[in-house]
């Protein structure tokens, strides 16, 4: 400040001066005296003109993976949706597969959050493989299974007994996928029961074209004609597909009970969101959503 009044001084010299300054001695001053004035201004502006600024923070949503059975496909959608509505700030990727594929990729060190199977034993994969903590599975929701047929019978399907028919061509999974493994003990039962022919399992493991690697293969197959029948579980008949398919449905002595687990993944980087989720799939708004695609709630 002590500066910028000698400059004004400069600037606006007192009306009395004892020794008058020569003309062109004084212009040059005022030149220089400007120039500094000008300097010591835009200092001053600048260092009052720059004040911190509030620190502006955009939260993005944390993003959770969750790997889920193809059978929970259309159900864990809408409840994926309803979740982020409720929870803004999260954002959920599914990863649906065959629930064996799935524990395969998480048994590699695939990068995921939530486990839901479709099956104990390929949770229990997971178990093994350290990406789910023993006892931290939760069983969430029950399936069964039913047959299925082009809408427009190409092999005239009536009954189960029908499945073993000379020349039927039937699409199943495959053994190690959970509704593999379910419609194996299906036939299991029914080669005990007298209302089927003792050859009955024999007869239509024979008449099998194809193992699916996931129940939606199945569906889609049968669907698309390129099986006279397949076995896939009641919540993949959906109001989408009723047009295309027609059922047979499985008595509950002869059918299984499909279980369905859900996990959080050990080495989550993101735990309570995928707690949050698990616990919203658990809850009611949750189970009303499975209940609608066909699930049997879990008591």
């Not at 004040?51 to 059978?71: D, L, N």
């Not at 008595?251 to 959080?264: F, G, H, S």
């Amino acid at each position: 400040m002590v500066l910028l009044r000698k400059l004004i001084n400069i600037l606006a010299p007192p009306a009395y001066q004892p020794a008058p300054v020569p003309i062109r001695s004084r212009g040059r001053r005022r030149k220089i005296a400007i120039i500094l004035f000008l300097v010591l201004l835009t200092a001053l502006t600048v260092g009052c003109g720059a004040q911190p600024q509030a620190e502006t923070t955009s939260t993005k949503p944390v993003t959770i993976t969750v790997f889920a059975a193809a059978s929970l496909t259309e159900a864990f959608t809408e409840i994926g949706h309803n979740f982020e509505a409720a929870q803004p700030d999260v954002k959920v990727i599914f990863n649906f597969a065959g629930s064996q594929q799935l524990a395969h990729q998480l048994s590699q060190g695939a990068p995921a959050d939530v486990f839901a199977s479709a099956n104990t034993a390929q949770m229990q994969t997971a178990i093994e493989a350290g990406r789910v903590t023993d006892n931290a599975a939760q069983t969430f929701v029950h399936n069964r299974l039913v047959v299925i047929y082009p809408a427009d019978n190409p092999a005239g399907l009536v009954t189960l007994q029908d499945l073993s028919k000379p020349g039927l061509r039937l699409i199943l999974a495959a053994a190690d996928v959970p509704v593999g493994r379910y419609s194996q003990q299906f036939l299991d039962k029914a080669a005990q029961d007298p209302a089927f022919e003792a050859d009955f399992k024999d007869g239509l493991l024979t008449n099998v074209v194809s193992y699916e690697q996931s129940v939606k293969a199945v569906l889609t197959k049968v669907a698309l004609g390129e099986g006279d029948a397949g076995i896939v579980y009641n919540s993949d008949v959906t109001a989408d597909i009723a047009d295309q398919v027609s059922r047979i449905d499985i008595p509950d002595d002869l059918n299984t009970i499909a279980t369905y687990p859900i996990a959080v993944v050990s080495d989550t980087e993101s735990p309570n969101p995928s707690q949050n989720f698990v616990a919203y799939v658990l809850s009611p708004a949750g189970q009303d959503v499975l209940a609608k695609f066909g699930f049997t709630g879990v008591p």
